[in-house]
């Protein structure tokens, strides 16, 4: 007896961190799990696909921060724009009920001169699924830290359906439709 009161004072650590993984870490392992399998069995393999690159662009961001080789103001601002493509394809996965995502973009308000130049479209001009100058097509707005905005950009057949429709109109003599700066 005089033994184990002796041991108790240096089991008692061991014996915390045993009922620290038994009790406290196994249910969010089991729940972190279950939620990628749920993720795995409600969308197909091009989605999975696109999820997994995001997952492996946060750790490209991650490792960078970790060398200290960007700023904590770019580390966060990039996590976010991740965390926003991410959000987008998940909701668009689940509208269409398809195994589809178009090219995804996300900018600041800041950065859209970087998809449409020095004549960007104002932030407030923009609606939902309104289409841009025939390159992308304005999905909504996400906020992770800061307001994102959201894009897809046309294949090459909606660009050229596009392009033809605007010619027809006005061929025909009509006004074209809505031409963005």
């Known amino acids: 007896m005089a ?10 650590p061991a014996l915390l961190i045993v009922a620290l993984f ?3 870490w196994a249910p969010v392992a089991v729940n972190a799990k279950q939620t ?6 409600e969308f197909g393999p ?6 997994g690159y995001l997952k492996s662009e946060q750790e490209v ?9 960007v700023s904590p103001t770019y580390y966060r601002h990039n996590s976010n724009r991740i965390k926003a493509l991410r959000e987008m394809a998940i909701r668009l996965a689940r509208e269409t009920h398809n195994d589809y995502l178009p090219e995804l973009e996300a900018v600041s ?7 449409f130049g020095p004549q960007a479209p104002a932030p407030s001009s923009l609606k939902a699924g309104e289409v841009i100058r025939n ?3 304005f999905l909504g707005t996400v906020r992770f830290g800061e307001v994102f905005y959201l894009f897809a950009r046309l294949d ?26």
């Open 46 to 51: 091009v989605v999975r696909a696109y999820l």
């Open 61 to 69: 961001v991650d490792d960078r921060v970790s060398r200290r080789e």
């Open 109 to 115: 308000a800041g950065e859209l001169g970087l998809l």
């Open 135 to 137: 390159t992308f097509r």
């Open 156 to 181: 090459p057949y909606e660009q050229a359906e596009l392009s033809e429709k605007a010619l027809s109109t006005k061929a025909a003599g009509g006004q074209p439709e809505k031409d963005q700066p």
């Open 22 to 24: 038994t009790f406290g």
């Open 36 to 41: 990628g399998q749920r993720l795995d069995d």
């Open 3 to 12: 033994t184990l009161k002796g041991r108790l004072p240096a089991l008692l």
